[in-house]
């Protein structure tokens, strides 16, 4: 027989893809991506990767199925009603696929998940519906150095974003001053997040979600082979006119978003379930840094009430800072630092906002670092 037979096994799941010349279902096998959102976009994501046969799949969602999802939303029926879009989601990925290994937390992706996933995965594909959730996540994947892939759909229309750090323009780097205006716009003069600014209701259709979700999969496909990708731009699709067309972002050299941590070391056996005090135990640190601003307790001069929140300010919301009994706007006392010797140290991890396997930032008397909490790694990691 010739050395250059083609032999298509018609048993290999994957025999069809190994068809492509540069394919290697290895690397898909091995590889690890997160994905951040479960609605229209994320399922349709999801869908792609396992059917791709990708290793591992990890998924956040903080949201419930309603009924309304059930006419873009692929991985769901109308029996998941009321049940957590994440769990859900990766029951339908594992059923489709069950050589994927999937994890779902129901959860905040700004308050519940840990730097430390984004610095475990390949690559990281956002389906948000909000500027201030992929802010986020474009300074935590520049913090480790983790590609990501945004998209963003509205009626039948979309936009697919891809972003390599450390040298490509960044999801920030494009954000304009009305895009600035709409985040800030959420928030009252306390900085409590206000109730009544409706996010998520933006109106799709089914075709979008696929072709954009589709584009997205595609350039996250491309990076886990070391495939070309073209960074710090956006792919535009006009649905209506069926015009497409690719726009390039400025770098700017500036951008608050461009931080990059140096060496990472890890405390195999802190979680953030242990307190902060024990943390500076470990390292000889005397203060922690927190990337999320702690709301640690509101007060109402007037009546001389005060009220203990200890949440992060992005998942605090202007009813928890009204006085129950005048009905005031409270005062707020909010903090980004945690001093040694202070009751804040006496608290856990956990309870000054840190997430999960998170990654901190710690400083001493003579240095600082930056410390893994891999104390929590088994139960958030499925894969490790």
């Known amino acids: 027989m010739a050395d250059d037979v083609l032999i298509i096994d018609d048993g ?29 976009l994320g399922n349709e994501v999801l869908k792609n990767l396992a059917l791709l046969g990708v290793g591992h799949v990890y998924i956040i969602d903080y949201d ?17 009603a009321g049940k957590s879009k994440a769990e859900r989601a990766a029951a339908a990925v594992k059923a489709l696929n069950p050589d994927v290994k999937v994890h779902a937390v129901n959860g905040n992706v700004i308050a519940d998940l ?31 150095n983790k590609p990501w892939v945004d998209g963003a ?8 974003k891809v972003f390599v750090p450390p040298d490509s323009a960044c999801y920030e780097c494009g954000m304009t001053e009305r895009d600035y205006q709409l985040i800030n716009l959420k928030y009252s003069c306390p900085l409590l997040k206000r109730e009544d600014i409706a996010e998520g209701k933006v109106p799709t259709a089914p075709t979008i979600s696929s072709m954009i979700a589709g584009l997205q999969t595609q350039e996250a ?25 690719t726009t390039n972002y400025q770098r700017k050299d500036n951008c608050l978003s461009h931080e990059t ?22 390292t000889d640190g005397t203060r922690l840094l927190l990337d999320r601003d702690l709301l640690v307790d509101v007060e109402c001069p007037s009546c001389k009430i005060k009220k203990s929140i200890l949440r ?15 009905g005031a706007v409270m005062r707020t006392n909010i903090v980004h630092v945690v001093e ?33 909490l891999d104390g929590d790694g088994p139960a958030e990691m499925a894969w490790s």
Request: charged share 25%; with cysteine.
């Open 12 to 40: 290999d799941r994957y025999g069809r893809f190994r068809l492509i010349s540069w394919w290697r279902q290895e690397k898909l096998a091995a590889a690890k991506v997160l994905v951040v959102g479960a609605g229209a």
């Open 64 to 80: 419930t199925i309603e009924s309304t999802n059930l006419t873009r939303s692929v991985l769901y029926r109308a029996s998941d």
């Open 114 to 144: 840990g730097l430390g996933v984004y610095q475990e995965v390949d690559v990281v594909i956002g389906c948000l519906d909000n500027r201030e959730a992929r802010l986020w996540i474009n300074r935590q994947c520049w913090k480790v």
């Open 153 to 160: 759909i509205q009626e039948i229309s979309g936009v697919v």
């Open 221 to 245: 496909l491309k990076i886990l082979h070391g495939m070309p990708v073209k960074a710090g731009a956006a792919m535009v699709w006009n649905g209506e006119s069926n015009n497409f067309y």
């Open 261 to 282: 941590y140096g060496r990472i070391e890890r405390a195999d056996e802190i979680g953030c379930s242990a307190p902060v005090e024990l943390i500076f135990a470990a």
């Open 312 to 326: 992060p300010v992005a998942v605090v919301t202007l009813r928890d800072g009204k006085c129950e009994k005048c």
């Open 340 to 372: 040694a010797g202070t009751p804040l140290a006496k608290r856990t991890l956990r309870e000054v906002g840190v997430a999960p396997f998170d990654i901190i930032k710690v400083e001493g008397e003579k240095r600082g670092m930056y410390i893994r």
